[in-house]
């Protein structure tokens, strides 16, 4: 099974920069996805790791260390329009049918 | 515009009674997910579809019933026999990609479903 852990909530101030960090326990790994949902929308997607190091994409970057379990969204430049939740997905190994699951989200709130 | 269809946005159900929420893609993906989200908490996988007339059991199945008929399409029945139904649904596809490789699930606008 898998064990997804992420803050509930954070704050921040309009302007900086905001680090979301994701523990997992997993029996298989093979990717991690990071998504953005705003209250009552659906999820989007934001980044993809399954190598370790960081990916950028914009104002967000992604970090991945698989020996740790660990993971990170890091948010540049933080905007209002960036107050949703975020949410970890982790996938079980190669050829897992079932894809996804879910950490319980973290609530970021930006403030002016 | 290719996307992810669900219908209806809000749904109410009397006690006992059975009601089918609506998914189509037109994204021609081959796996098909359906998720209960409830407040302040991740997405439950309930039931998943990675080929048409195939289907498995998630995390949370029990109370739900699924059909894959076609490939577009991927319908979910609340019955009465979910005792709480209240919940945000969404539903997903995704690619089937080499290996299962990176290929992010895309999600509909979701369903909300009350109890009256």
């Known amino acids: 099974g898998q064990n997804i852990d992420q803050p509930t909530e954070m704050t921040a101030t309009e302007g900086a920069i905001v680090q979301i960090n994701c523990t997992y326990q997993t029996s298989g790994f093979n990717g991690l996805f990071w998504y953005q949902q705003h209250a009552g929308e659906a999820p989007t997607f934001l980044s993809y790791?399954?190598?370790?190091g960081l990916e950028e994409k914009g104002r967000f970057s992604s970090f991945l260390s698989r020996s740790k379990g660990y993971s990170y969204l890091l948010l540049k430049e933080l905007q209002m329009k960036d107050s949703a939740s975020y949410l970890c997905a982790v996938r079980d190994g190669p050829g897992s049918a079932r894809q996804l699951t879910f950490g319980s989200g973290t609530q970021l709130t930006v403030l002016p | 515009d290719g996307g992810i269809t669900q219908s209806p946005k809000y749904l109410f159900r009397k006690e006992g009674q059975n009601v089918t929420l609506s998914c189509e893609q037109n994204?021609?993906?081959?796996?098909m997910y359906w998720y209960r989200q409830d407040p302040g908490q991740g997405l439950r996988l309930i039931y998943y579809?990675?080929?048409?007339?195939?289907?498995q059991k998630g995390d949370i199945a029990e109370g739900y019933s699924v059909s894959r008929e076609k490939k577009e399409s991927f319908p979910l029945t609340v019955t009465s026999a979910q005792k709480n139904p209240t919940a945000f649904y969404l539903c997903?596809?995704?690619?089937?990609?080499?290996?299962?490789?990176?290929?992010?699930?895309?999600f509909g606008d979701g369903t909300r479903l009350s109890i009256l």
């Open positions: 997903a596809s995704s690619t089937k990609g080499a290996g299962y490789s990176n290929q992010p699930q895309h």
């Open positions: 579809s990675q080929i048409v007339n195939d289907f």
């Open positions: 994204l021609n993906h081959d796996a």
């Open positions: 790791n399954v190598l370790d």
